[in-house]
């Protein structure tokens, strides 16, 4: 598989939702907090800290499911935001404890910055796949049509 900049872009289908997730107060009041639901604080920490990144130490992640230094330095930096978090609640507490707390505001703000980031380098991949002559599905010819020379290219 052709990938702009990673080599397991599988793993970033698991890092850029667990971004996103972190980056929303509403997701994670009424996803995290129900009881319902399988996604909660605890499995987005491990996609980003465990699983598929780590979040505390992301640098050999770059080129793996990192695309950029500045996607490294984000990823740090929710790593700073959400450890000073967890050694202000404790690592056993409750995700309403963590949610609560003073510094959640910034474990938010790092994912957010950070959320923005992934999603436009991922645009600009998948802009470069197109480009190179990748089509979905795979195996799809190109198909002409009118809007092909919209801007005047010929």
């Known amino acids: ?12 289908l698991h890092v850029v939702p667990a971004v996103v997730a972190l980056a929303s ?21 491990h996609v980003l800290f465990d ?3 780590d979040a505390d130490n992301p640098s050999p ?5 990192l695309r950029s230094e500045e996607e490294v330095e984000l990823m740090a930096g929710i790593g700073t935001a959400y450890s000073a978090v967890q050694a202000s609640v404790g690592a056993a507490a409750r ?12 474990v938010v703000a790092a994912a957010a910055r950070l959320a923005q980031v992934l999603v436009s380098n991922d645009h600009s991949a998948l802009s470069k796949l197109h480009d190179a002559g990748c089509r979905w ?6 198909v002409a049509s009118e809007t092909d020379d919209q801007h005047g290219e010929s």
């Open 137 to 142: 599905p795979l195996g799809a010819e190109p």
């Open 1 to 12: 598989m052709i990938d702009h900049g990673i080599a397991l872009p599988h793993y970033r």
């Open 25 to 45: 107060p509403t997701w994670q009041r009424e996803v995290w907090l129900d009881p319902d639901q399988f996604e909660d604080l605890s499995y987005t920490v």
């Open 95 to 106: 995700d309403e404890a963590y949610l609560d707390s003073l510094g959640w505001s910034a």
């Open 51 to 53: 699983d598929f990144c």
């Open 61 to 65: 992640w770059l080129g793996q499911c």
